[in-house]
């Protein structure tokens, strides 16, 4: 199989994390499954094309497997093409239609849960953000163009800063923030009125998997009893965990956190970098999600509504992952 | 370069609060030495007084020393003193102090050591140097430990700190400040120090320690604040708030950093927080561990009577202007 160049180098940008957040990760891999399609090359028949497929998707799902968007926008496009007959330009089209649905949907996404979100923010309120969501900052800007926003409070958010990228979003859309080191989460909290985070993955149970901090970040508001509002696009939940498989917390290199000289001068010293935690539910006071606001302990009737289809198969299996290419045998 | 890179993370290492008074007394006893008149020793007395309400004006050690200091000038100019009697008793306080604020810090670390047991895995948050005592006198009794550090932003010193708890000879893991609750069900102790504790128990310190305090309580994990009695804040007793200093951008990067922010940025950064009592589970002292709740007890027993008295130091230093504007 020969894979081309331009899927590799988005398979290595996701690896690599210069592709990141949940909704680019899976835009960038429904992109991929597209251009797969567009640029096959193999023999003309309808069973080496579904192979080639299935590899490419295999492949695509194996660059972080601990981002759920990756496989879901994965599973979107490839259950469209292992659902329809046809020559191979006819399933050509199909993967692409597809990968453009998704993108099209997942960009539309962002937008309700601004609206929707925003309807849950009173009057006169300042907010609190971690790391960077694009469906937060959805919530934040369009509640802050309906007037309702006086100011937001964005975590820098340790190791990669990515509050730093919320400040300038923030900032563009004319919302004043104020960047906060993620050690002040609880000095502040008395002034905010509601806490509103993205996911990385949301659990059958309503857990959220999201940047380091989130669930500290969600206590300090529990206490001082804040709302937490988690805005979170339907493909961000996942389907493996309804059959009891964990979240995998990826534990990424120490170079994130200090330099290679400060590390290597100190090798007594190890360096512990998670990427994410989990918040339990009952730190959570809504998910708000492009069909909808529901109570994360909700969140399995998403699961059943999005993503029936690998629900069933990975519950026939008894498997945490699809893997593509074994499908094709059946 | 390694320290140039650290800058751009904001790296910058500030004074242990038991430092920063042992630099304040040095400090004094070298300006007092030049001293001839009451006019020019007021005039040093208020200018120390502005310089720590200016640099650190939540350090309680600092604040209490200069307390004593202003007690004695009063003392000695009601008494009618000669100058050089009342500069002979100030030499005398600052040494008595420094020795005090060493003593005490190893006694509070000594009784904090105890609660270290062999197998315990403890959390400790910025710099403290009686909590890095304590540590010592831990490793010195052979026990197992092994610590969790985080990097304590802003000003990073937890980096230092893991420096140091490794050259004790201890294993040690530095964390981001936002991981803490992730690892929080791997800890079995929370160990901190304190910039000042108030009167009804609460502990004035490095940000980040009230969130820590919270998530341990969650945890039910033990907190444990080491912190000589020298840092209680007695003005609190009287409804005085403990002023907390806070920076900006400064403290999180370097300057070409900032230039690549937008022109708007700006950044709030609290220097300390304040931890309920209800989080703290003891105050280890050189009296002794005890809880939050019982500091007015311990003062009744330091002081002799409770309340203690005290003025206010902005109001000690009216009052020895006042004196000294009488006698000149």
Redesign the interface.
Known sequence: MKVPNKVLEIAKAIRSMRIRGAGRIARAAAEALKIAALEYSGPLDEKSFRKYMAQIADLIISTRPTAVSLPNAVYYVMYRLMTSQGDINELRETVINAADRFIQESIDAVRKIGEIGARRIKNNSVILTHCHSTAAVSVITTAYRMGRVVKVYSTETRPFFQGRITTRYLLEAGVPVVQIPDSAVRYVMHEVDHVVVGADTIASNGAVVNKIGTSQVALAAHEARVRVFVAAETYKFSPSTVIGELVPIEMRPPEEIVPREWIEAHPGIEILNPSFDVTPPEYIDAIITEIGVIPPQAAILVLLDRMGWALSKLKQGEIGKIFFEETLEE | ??IE??RK?GFNLMDSNTEYTLKIINYARKEFANIDNYKSLFRLYENIVSKVSRERPASAQTINMLHDLGKIIINNISENRSIKITHERIIASLDLWERRIIEDCNEAARIASRRLVDGDVILTHSRSTCVLKAIEYAKKENKKLTFYV?????GMEG?VT??KI?SIGY?????????????MKDIDKVLVGAEAVAVNGAVIS???T??IS??AN?ARVRVFVVAPISKFNIETLFGELVELPESD?RR?MSPDVLAS??E???????IY?VTPPQYVDGIATERGLFAPQAIPVVLKDVYGKWPPEVLELEELVKKIKEIIGDCL
């Not at chain 2, 985080?150 to 802003?154: K, V």
């Not at chain 2, 294993?171 to 803490?180: G, H, N, R, T």
């Open positions: 370069m390694r890179y650290l993370l985080t990097e304590s932003r802003p980096l893991a420096e490794n294993p040690v893991k530095l964390i981001v400040d936002s991981a803490v609750r992730y690892f490095k940000v980040g009230s969130l919270l998530i969650e951008w999180l922010l937008p708007n940025y700006i950044a709030r950064v609290p927080d």
